[in-house]
Nanobody, 123 residues
Framework: QVQLVESGGGLVQAGDSLRLSCVAS????????MGWFRQAPGKERELVTT????????YYADSVKGRFIISRDNAKNTVYLQMNSLKPEDTAVYYC????????????????WGQGTQVTVSS
């Protein structure tokens, strides 16, 4: 059974940093893309960042570009999200995702989701 388990969420103040981790298990993920989505209260889930298997192709939403950094350790089946200079508008549930396609382009390209971790940024 495939599982994606996120950790690292919490309550922080504006300007602080957080590092999310997501460990995938249950199958081989060779070649699979990974990424992070988020959903704020009352809003639709949005794509935040994605990374290809090799790490050579990375996408960031404009809202997080320059502040967030995605990385992955394929030997550990783990993807990370370093979030710096956090803003109140970053408050959301953050979901780890993976898909068998080389690139995650949105919800439709996701094969497995994590359960989500709450990130709350106070002003």
């Amino acid at each position: 059974q495939v599982q994606l388990v996120e950790s690292g969420g919490g309550l922080v103040q504006a300007g602080d940093s957080l590092r999310l981790s997501c460990v995938a298990s249950g199958r081989t993920f060779n070649g699979w893309a990974m990424g992070w989505f988020r959903q704020a209260p009352g809003k639709e889930r949005e794509l935040v960042t994605t990374i290809t298997w090799s790490g050579g192709n990375i996408y960031y939403a404009d809202s997080v570009k320059g502040r967030f950094i995605i990385s992955r350790d394929n030997a550990k089946n783990t993807v990370y999200l370093q979030m710096n200079s956090l803003k109140p508008e970053d408050t959301a549930v953050y979901y780890c995702a993976t898909g068998r396609r080389p690139v995650l382009a949105g919800d439709r390209s996701v094969d497995y989701w994590g359960q989500g971790t709450q990130v709350t940024v106070s002003s």
